[in-house]
């Protein structure tokens, strides 16, 4: 089993929504977040949750993205609405034996391979 699988790209148009989900083997009931590198970008954090169920989104997210995680089903999810075509990326989970606010400083532990989303005007 990969240790950490997303899924649920895809392309929409712009105001369209998709839900990622992410699962494996090194789900994690620390730190889990969701990351993004658009194309000529940087990697930048768009979301975590925390163990206690802390939840942090960057501001070009609020309001438009939500993030959850389903213990049961060893799932974190991503509810990505309003999309706009600077949403288009690759967008990663992430996982932390740690707290999110340790993660900060020494980077996530685990990493899937990615999925696409692209937006079109």
């Known amino acids: 089993q990969e240790q950490l699988m997303e899924s649920g790209g895809g392309s929409v148009q712009a105001g369209g929504s998709l839900r990622l989900s992410c699962t494996g083997s090194v789900y994690s009931e620390h730190c889990m977040g969701w990351f993004r590198q658009g194309p000529g970008k940087e990697r930048e954090k768009v979301a975590d949750i925390d163990t206690d169920g802390t939840i942090r989104i960057i501001d070009f997210a609020k309001g438009r993205f939500t993030i959850s995680k389903d213990n049961g089903k060893n799932t974190l999810y991503l509810q990505m609405n309003n999309l706009k075509p600077e949403d288009t990326a690759m967008y990663y989970c992430?996982?932390?034996?740690?707290?999110?606010?340790?993660?900060?400083?020494?980077?996530?532990?685990?990493w899937g391979k990615g999925t696409l989303v692209a937006v079109s005007a």
């Open positions: 992430a996982a932390s034996d740690v707290d999110c606010f340790v993660a900060d400083s020494f980077g996530m532990d685990f």
